[in-house]
């Protein structure tokens, strides 16, 4: 497996990821499949034999079933996987349930740590920062979140100015 560096994260994470929007199958992502807790497990166990040490996932997909469907096939696993959940998107009829906003940030990051029952700091990290981004990632990354890095624009993302914004769990 090809690794490569996560900005100055000193993180290490492989070229290919595991998407998790199959998981749950439900709402708009029942088309995608259905995924349970142990067919997670097994293909959590066959991506890590292939050297995969990069998770992808949504707190929007199937509701956030996807991400508590992944924090039960984490047991056992969390120590050597890395997990990415996007946060801006809509989660709520409010107005403040989407997008970058601080309030919207914590908020995600701490549903998400909930649903994948992951106890420990989450990174937060934007794959397009801008100036705005940035500072506000810094605010949002007060303890017990950190920000120790910000990734680059890279290839289709770059070209097409998509702002896809992460949030990366790393035990550190």
């Known amino acids: 497996m090809e690794y490569r560096q996560l900005g100055a994260s000193g993180l290490r994470v492989s070229a290919l990821s595991l998407g998790t ?54 047991k056992g696993r969390r120590d050597r996987l890395l997990v990415a959940t996007k946060a801006r998107f809509p989660i709520g009829a409010g107005r403040n349930d989407a997008g970058l906003s601080r309030q919207h940030l914590i908020r995600s990051v701490e549903a998400s740590r909930r649903r994948m029952d992951i106890d420990h700091n989450l990174a937060a990290a934007s794959l397009t920062l801008t100036d705005e981004d940035r500072r506000r990632l810094h605010e949002v990354s007060a303890p017990p979140l950190t920000c120790p890095y910000s990734h680059q624009r890279v290839g289709a993302s770059d070209r097409l100015g998509a702002a896809d914004r992460s949030l990366l769990g790393s035990r550190e």
């Open 21 to 74: 929007m199959a998981c749950g199958g439900g709402g708009y992502f029942a088309f995608v499949g259905a995924t349970d807790a142990p067919g997670a497990a097994r293909q959590l166990d066959m991506v890590l034999a292939a050297g995969v040490n990069l998770l992808d996932t949504a707190d929007l997909y199937s509701d956030g079933v996807a991400e508590q469907i992944l924090g039960q096939a984490l």
